[in-house]
């Protein structure tokens, strides 16, 4: 038994002339909390149904706890608990007859465990689905996924329609669960509810894996955001050292704001030496995450990550 | 929980869904069996004391009949009609096309397919299950037409009371094409995401067969229906052929039987390679 959880190489799918995802490598380690991010339409649930073995790769390979996901997908997903992007189920099922039937497909018990989730995520199993509303169905699906104690959990979008207190139970759950060993790939396009839980991140544009770090090292790879403000009294520099260190996104008369590349800040603090004179304010900081995410969103057209 | 190729899970699941429908189905189906079974021997009868059937009406009565019925008495060619009635092949089609095309056409269409390819069960087992529910159902209905026509019968004189024995030949011979009616929905069903494209087509698969049927039986010498008649499944059914000769059709049994692997194994294959994905 190997230590990868998940291991994509090379991934291409395609639908006809649609791009799904390309090239992806993605390894996952088996306990960790991964995160799995892009915008919607970047290729995460192409990726994810690849992984759920409904779709078969164009080329390259996609294996999860060393079984192939097309080939050996049913004796896979005895191990996995996933939860659908977009969650239907059958409207004539209860919470309870739910879990009785998919134990019963399963071949295991899972309504001790599921009546324990249920309660923990305040969900009431005898509601039919039919009269349920999303988050309860979101909730209820949730408890489908876990409630076999799956080792690797594949979860697309899972805190839609959860209330924040829920999303918070969730994080706690599935902590509990990376704690015991079992493995969460979690997919989303919210960096913020990602950055709560996991560790490692990949994310995912135009059906390309620009980044697969840790979230810190995702911000530390995105340098400093500057902001300086020069004083009226004095002469403004005219063109500065600093232009081949600094992207540039507003250079007003005596506001100055850009982007410093990564491991130039000493260059920048011999400039400001040189000039604190003439300068009113100066701000130096890293962006927060969710800026940082949003420049990964942004239509670059070479679609690498933003540096 | 696995039964062989079978998920008893997913068997529990699909006759869940099925099952009230089903019995809808028998009702309507035994009702309307037991109608024709205590009506036309009687109007039959009646037909026959004229001792003239004019050869319009009897031209007519054989291309429904798929065969020629002369020399036929009344319980052969009334029980012949009501077991080719067209009310009762449409319903049994209906029946077969409303269950088989759930899956997979109709879960990917009401987007639950994720959470039933999710489960640790592969796809042919999965197929099997879904058979084996449908087969279950088919029994429910079929047993309806047989016991509507016996249950029709008890009203009737005894001399106008079919062979049970030369019946079940019939009902046999109509679970075939019964079964070759709801394979080619399954196929259709796994070849297409849409349900309503997937039943719309076996309708017209339907169509076509009994009215080539139809037209080939009504008349021989029309070169058009005689290259085409051996696509029709109802060809190989002839349930007056049956209840005269009261000889098992092994031929045309083996030839319905023979379609139905051809099309579930096609069913098989192409679930097992496709992908699959509501989007």
């Not at chain 1, 190997?2 to 991934?11: C, E, G, R, T, W």
Request: glycine share 8%; hydrophobic share 50%.
């Amino acid at each position: 038994m190997s230590n990868v959880a998940i291991d994509i190489q090379q991934l291409t799918r395609s639908y006809g002339p649609r791009r799904g995802v390309s090239d992806v490598n993605l390894k996952v380690e088996r306990g960790a909390l991964f995160g799995f991010l892009g915008p919607n339409g970047a290729g995460k649930t192409t990726t994810i149904r690849v992984l759920l073995g409904f779709l078969r790769p164009t080329s390259g390979k996609a294996t999860a706890l060393d079984l192939d996901c097309w080939r050996q997908s049913h004796t896979l997903k005895h191990d996995v608990g996933a939860i659908p992007g977009d969650l239907r189920l059958w409207p004539w099922l209860s919470g309870r007859s739910a879990l009785k039937l998919f134990g019963r497909i399963r071949g295991k018990d899972m309504l001790r465990q599921g009546q324990s989730l249920a309660e923990e995520l305040e969900l009431d199993l005898s509601v039919k689905v039919r009269a349920m509303s999303r988050g309860m169905r979101q909730k209820l699906g949730l408890i489908l996924a876990l409630a076999h104690e799956p080792k690797l959990l594949i979860l697309d979008e899972p805190t839609t329609a959860l209330d924040p207190l829920m999303q918070d139970r969730l994080r706690e759950i599935l902590r509990r669960r990376s704690n015991l060993g079992d493995t969460v790939f979690f997919s989303s396009h919210t960096l913020g509810e990602v950055q709560a839980l996991c560790e490692r991140v990949a994310i995912v544009k135009r059906g390309v894996i620009v980044a697969d770090t840790t979230v810190s090292e995702l911000a530390a790879a995105a340098g400093h955001d500057i902001d300086i403000r020069w004083s009226a009294a004095t002469p403004l520099p005219e063109s500065t050292s600093l232009d081949p260190i600094v992207t540039w996104k507003s250079r007003e008369s005596l506001a100055w704001t850009g982007r410093l590349r990564e491991g130039e800040l000493p260059q920048l603090l011999a400039f400001v030496a040189q000039h604190r004179s003439a300068m009113a304010d100066l701000k130096i900081a890293r962006p927060d995450l969710e800026t940082l995410f949003m420049r990964f969103y942004e239509d670059d057209s070479n679609g690498e990550a933003p540096r | 929980m696995n039964f062989g190729p079978f998920n008893l899970g997913l068997v529990q699941r699909a006759l869940r869904e099925i099952l009230g429908i089903t019995l809808v189905f028998a009702g309507v189906l035994a009702t309307i069996s037991g109608l024709l079974a205590y009506a036309l021997p009687r109007i039959q009868a009646r037909f026959m004391q004229r001792q003239f059937i004019p050869p319009g009406v009897k031209q007519f009565r054989d291309a429904i009949l798929g065969l020629d019925s002369t020399g036929a008495g009344v319980s052969e060619v009334a029980f012949a009609i009501a077991w080719s009635h067209p009310i009762v092949l449409a319903l049994l089609s209906a029946h077969a096309i409303m269950v088989c095309t759930r899956v997979l056409a109709g879960e990917v269409e009401r987007g639950t397919v994720d959470v039933l390819l999710a489960l640790p069960v592969s796809r042919l087992r999965l197929l099997a299950s879904e058979t084996l529910a449908w087969l279950i159902t088919a029994g429910v209905v079929l047993a309806a037409v047989y016991a509507g026509s016996y249950v029709g019968a008890q009203f009737i004189k005894p001399e106008f009371r079919p062979d049970w024995a030369k019946l079940f030949m019939v009902l046999c011979n109509l679970s075939l094409v019964y079964a070759v009616i709801g394979c080619a929905a399954l196929l259709v069903a796994h070849y297409t995401d849409r349900r309503v494209r997937a039943v719309l087509a076996v309708i017209v698969i339907t169509i076509f067969s009994l009215l080539i049927n139809f037209l080939h039986t009504l008349d021989p010498a029309l070169e058009f229906t005689k290259q085409l008649a051996f696509l029709s499944f109802l060809d190989y059914y002839k349930p007056i052929g049956m209840l005269l000769s009261g000889e098992w059709p092994w031929k045309d049994m083996g030839i319905l039987a023979g379609a139905c692997v051809v099309l579930w194994t096609g069913t098989a294959v192409i679930l097992s390679r496709r992908d699959i994905t509501t989007t």
